[in-house]
């Protein structure tokens, strides 16, 4: 008997390529919902009903504004159309990057680590303990500095300018200084130019291994396993996006596999055709405005609450004031 199938529609907001320490866009959302089409395309009519914007493709900044509140409202409220039906999964990208410098120089490189296959979280929580104790022990710009050297590294194609920014990254690791943990880790960190100088062989010589800079990777991994956790085989219908690629898609698949899960389908569909893509779009734009007014301190407390339901326990995530975030509180747990 063939496994039951369940299609769901996907797209994210705050890509910012390889510049994941972009400081206007530390948020990276990716949502996923069920609604049929015929849903979803009401859904969109409705939107573009009530707002006086009605030339191109509606988008969750006009569903922020204050006029269109009691649609968000109806939209993502306890009687609306996608309560119980959608998926968010958050990423902090400086506490991403935090978490790709801990596993490429003192663990097991992957995107296990701080996701629901995750075995050994102590990557994940020396993570978040660098991401939230760094900027005060080392200096915020010196800190991310660090991590936007990482970068560089991570992105450099040819050999000699790989050997440049790697003498320049472990000089910036020379300069932090700072006593406990933190420090201790960076310590541990001077230590690992092995590591670091075989990097090009092992992106060339390991295929498993997928690119470290992707945050959707991880996003669409936690997806799968929301929607797949019945046992169901799962097909995302995604907006087009550079990262899923059919080798990528294949490495996904791999590490599903090696843990029991089923594997993922994905179909490339387009957003200004597809309404339950733009609904989709919708939900993750919103979810990253909402969240990253939170953060900055401005957020609206029924705004949080609405969005709330929505958010994945396994986020990439640092923030305690949002009580979803069950996968770092784990972490946090791990690391005591």
């Known amino acids: 008997m063939q496994a039951r199938i369940i299609e769901v529609a996907g797209d994210e907001s705050g890509f910012s390529g390889s510049n994941l320490i972009d400081p206007t866009t530390e948020v990276f959302t990716h949502a996923t919902h069920q609604l049929s089409p015929e849903v979803a395309q009401y859904c969109v009519d409705a939107a573009r009903a009530g707002s006086p914007y009605s030339v191109g493709e509606y988008k969750s900044n006009q569903l922020l504004r204050p006029k269109q509140r009691p649609l968000l409202d109806w939209l993502l409220g306890a009687t609306g159309p996608l309560?119980?039906?959608?998926?968010?999964?958050?990423?902090?990208?400086?506490?991403f990057m935090a978490n790709r410098l801990v596993e490429l120089f003192l663990g097991e490189a992957g995107y296990a680590s701080m996701t629901s296959l995750d075995q050994d979280p102590q990557s994940g929580a020396t993570a978040l303990m660098l991401h939230r104790q760094a900027p005060a022990a080392f200096g915020l710009d010196q800190w991310h500095g660090l991590l936007q050297t990482l970068i560089a590294v991570l992105r450099a194609k040819r050999r000699k300018q790989f050997d440049i920014l790697v003498d320049r990254f472990f000089h910036e690791v020379d300069v932090l200084q700072s006593p406990g943990v933190p420090g201790e880790v960076i310590r541990r960190l001077s230590q690992a130019r092995g590591r670091v100088d075989s990097l090009p062989a092992r992106f060339r010589d390991d295929r498993v291994l997928p690119p470290p800079l992707e945050p959707l990777i991880p996003a669409i991994i936690d997806a799968a396993l929301h929607w797949g956790a019945t046992g169901r085989s799962v097909v995302?219908?995604?907006?087009?996006?550079?990262?899923?690629?059919?080798?990528?898609?294949?490495?996904?698949?791999?590490?599903?596999l090696s843990h029991d899960c089923r594997p993922l389908t994905v179909r490339r569909v387009d957003s200004r055709t597809d309404p339950r893509i733009q609904v989709a779009d919708l939900l993750a734009g919103a979810a990253r405005r909402i969240i990253t007014a939170e953060l900055d301190g401005q957020g609206d407390p029924d705004l949080t609450a609405l969005i709330r339901p929505y958010l994945a326990p396994a986020s990439i995530w640092a923030d305690s004031r949002l009580t979803a975030n069950l996968g770092s509180q784990r972490a946090e747990e791990t690391l005591a």
């Open 83 to 95: 309560y119980g039906k959608a998926h968010v999964h958050l990423t902090d990208k400086p506490l």
């Open 236 to 256: 995302i219908d995604h907006d087009e996006q550079s990262a899923l690629t059919g080798h990528r898609l294949a490495q996904i698949n791999q590490l599903l």
